[in-house]
C-alpha cells in the first residue's frame, strides 16, 4: 500500500491555538510582551546570554552585519554549500559575499579552505551548520581570532545541534535562527539571533524596530520618542512570539523523534550500495537530524530525477539541500562570473544528492516504507 509521508510538516496542535487566540483578545499584537518572554526562553534553552527574536533568520544575518557597519568594498566568507540566504544578507549591505567549498563528509565549510580566502577587505565569516551538523567551532573559533574577523553562525537547521555539549549559535558573535514553518519548530515565520555580547544585543534590538530608543512598553508619553539609528522593522509579532513559546516546549520531544527516525533509517540506507551517507552525529559532534541527505554513486546520477519521481509516486516526500551551489544561481552566477564546477564538492552534494525525511511527523514505520522505497527506485533506474 502506498504511503502519504509529507517531507515535513508543522506540528500544531490546540495548545498553539489557544494561545494565539488569548493573544487576540488582547489590544497589543506587536512590541508586547510574548515576544520578551519568548527571547528569554530561547536564551535559557540555548544558553545564551542575550536573544533578539526578529522577523526571519534572513533578517537576524541581516542584522549581524549591520551592527558591523559591513557596506561596499568590505568581503564576507560564506559557504558555497547554503540556502541562498546566507548570502543574502551579505548582499544587501553591499558587500561581496566570497565563497568557500564545502567537506564532502558533512556538507559544511571546509575549514581547511577558509585562510586562502582572506584579503584586507574581509570583515566576517559565516559559517552554516549543514543539515544541523556542528561545525568545529574550535577549529573556527581560532581562525576567526587569528585573523580578528567577525563570526556568524548560520542556524537555520541547528536547533538542538551541539559542539562539545554547547548549543550551536553561541560561539560565534550571532547566532541567526529560523522559525520557517518545516524547520525544527516554528512561529510560522520568524527568527532569533543570539549573542553573548551585550552591546550587539542593544544595538540589534534597534535596528529591528526603526532605530527607534523607546519601545512601546518604555514610553511615558504615548507617541513619544526619538529614532537614534537606520533600522528596519524586523519585528516579531506577539502571536508568532506565543506559538514559539509553546513549539520550545515541545522541541525536545521532537528532536529525540528526529533522533530515532533518522538513525533506523540510517541502518537500512547502510545496506545500499549505491548511495553515500553523511557523517552525522560522532564524538562531540551532535546532530539535530533535520533529514537525511543521501548522494548517490556517480553511475546513478544522471537518474536522480528519475529516483526522485519514483519516489514521489510511492508517496515519499523528498527535497534537495540545496539545488545549486549558491554560486551557481543565476544572480551570482552574472554577478561575479562564476564558473561551473568552480567549488567541486558543492557542487557534487547539491546536484548528486536527494534529502529525505525523518521528521517528527513520521515514525520507525514509515522510515522501513522510505528505505524499501529508496531500494526500490534504485533498481528500477539502474
Known amino acids: 500500500m502506498i504511503r502519504n509521508i509529507p517531507f515535513a510538516r ?16 488582547n489590544p497589543i499584537l506587536v512590541h508586547g510582551p510574548k515576544a520578551v518572554d519568548f527571547e528569554d526562553q530561547f536564551s535559557a534553552y540555548t544558553k545564551s546570554q542575550f536573544s533578539v527574536s526578529t522577523s526571519s533568520c534572513t533578517a537576524s544575518l541581516h542584522l549581524s552585519y549591520l551592527y558591523l ?18 548570502a543574502h544578507a551579505v548582499e544587501l549591505t553591499g558587500a561581496k559575499a566570497v565563497f568557500v567549498d564545502a567537506e564532502i563528509e558533512t556538507g559544511n565549510i571546509n575549514l581547511e579552505l577558509i585562510e586562502e580566502k582572506i584579503t584586507p577587505k574581509t570583515k566576517a565569516i ?15 573559533c581560532r581562525i576567526a581570532k587569528k585573523h580578528n574577523l567577525f563570526l556568524v553562525e548560520d542556524c537555520a537547521l541547528a536547533i538542538g545541534t551541539y559542539y562539545k555539549n554547547k548549543h550551536a549559535g553561541t560561539f560565534g558573535d550571532t547566532g541567526c535562527f529560523s522559525f520557517y514553518p518545516v524547520k525544527h519548530m516554528t512561529t510560522a515565520e520568524g527568527g532569533m539571533l543570539t549573542t553573548q555580547q551585550e552591546t550587539i544585543a542593544k544595538s540589534v534590538k534597534y535596528k529591528k524596530a526603526f532605530g527607534v530608543d523607546r519601545h512601546m512598553g518604555e514610553r511615558k508619553l504615548p507617541g513619544s520618542y526619538d529614532v537614534i539609528d537606520l533600522g528596519y522593522n524586523y ?25 530515532e527516525n533518522y538513525n533506523y533509517l540510517t541502518e537500512k540506507l547502510l545496506n545500499i550500495p549505491e548511495v553515500n551517507l553523511f557523517k552525522s552525529t560522532h564524538g562531540d559532534f551532535q546532530s539535530s ?94
Do not use: W
Not at 519585528?235 to 533522533?259: D, H, P, T, W, Y
Open 69 to 86: 557597519g559591513i557596506g561596499a568594498g568590505d568581503e564576507v566568507l560564506v559557504p558555497a554549500m547554503t540556502h541562498v540566504a546566507t
Open 235 to 259: 519585528r516579531m509579532n506577539e502571536i508568532e512570539a506565543v506559538i514559539g513559546i509553546i513549539q520550545l516546549k515541545k522541541v525536545n520531544s521532537f528532536l529525540e523523534k528526529r533522533r
Open 289 to 382: 537530524y533535520y533529514c537525511h541527505s543521501i548522494r548517490l554513486t556517480d553511475a546513478l546520477v544522471p537518474k536522480r530525477l528519475d529516483i526522485i519521481d519514483y519516489l514521489n509516486t510511492k508517496g515519499v516526500g523528498t527535497s534537495i539541500y540545496y539545488p545549486k551551489p549558491v554560486s551557481d544561481f543565476t544572480y551570482y552566477k552574472n554577478k561575479y562570473g562564476y564558473k561551473p564546477n568552480q567549488f567541486p564538492v558543492a557542487a557534487k552534494i547539491a546536484y548528486n544528492s536527494i534529502a529525505l525525511p525523518v521528521g517528527p511527523h513520521l515514525n520507525v514505520e514509515d522510515m522501513h516504507y522510505i528505505a524499501d522505497m529508496v531500494k526500490q527506485a534504485i533498481t528500477a533506474n539502474k
Open 126 to 140: 559565516s559559517i552554516v551548520h549543514y543539515l544541523g551538523m556542528p561545525v568545529d567551532m574550535d577549529k573556527l
Open 10 to 25: 508543522p506540528l500544531i496542535d490546540d495548545l498553539e491555538k489557544n494561545v494565539v487566540l488569548e493573544v487576540l483578545s
